[in-house]
């Protein structure tokens, strides 16, 4: 089946902390809130009404939990992969805010990316008998959530 222009294949979009792509990715999504205050009053004659509130953005990922041996070893401290320990280390246990973006892989010139700067969290590890061991993290952000596009000049 040929693909349908504009519609894009989940596999090209990453998660990057600081730059670094979440390694291992299987699942990736954002999502926009916007909180509505109610101003109803008495003199509506029974009908609600609304304004705008405050705005929200959060991100979530899932990723295989991998070793590079046998021995335990886990992928950790790869230059320009951000791997479990990192971001525990990193943005849970130091309480830091982390710069999170949403692109195409390897940032192709002329292509969406999302950005913002999040707190992790949280960060969990599920290890089901006989299937893959993933870990999970969730990122809320902190700040406006941006749209811009990607490449040189951008």
Known sequence: MSSVPGVINGTKIALYLNGEITILSTNLSWNV???IRDTSCREGNSWASAMGGDRAWAVSC????????????I???????AAILEIISKFIIRQQRVNC???FKNNPS????WSGKAY??????DAPNEENTTF???LEGTGEWKKSISGPGA
């Open 62 to 73: 899932d990723q295989m939990l991998a070793f590079r041996n046998d021995n335990g070893v």
């Open 110 to 113: 002329f292509n969406p990316k």
């Open 101 to 103: 973006v949403v692109s």
């Open 136 to 138: 999970s993290i969730s």
């Open 120 to 125: 992790i969290s949280s960060v969990s590890i």
């Open 75 to 81: 992928y950790n401290a790869i230059p320009g992969e």
């Open 33 to 35: 809130d916007h909180a």
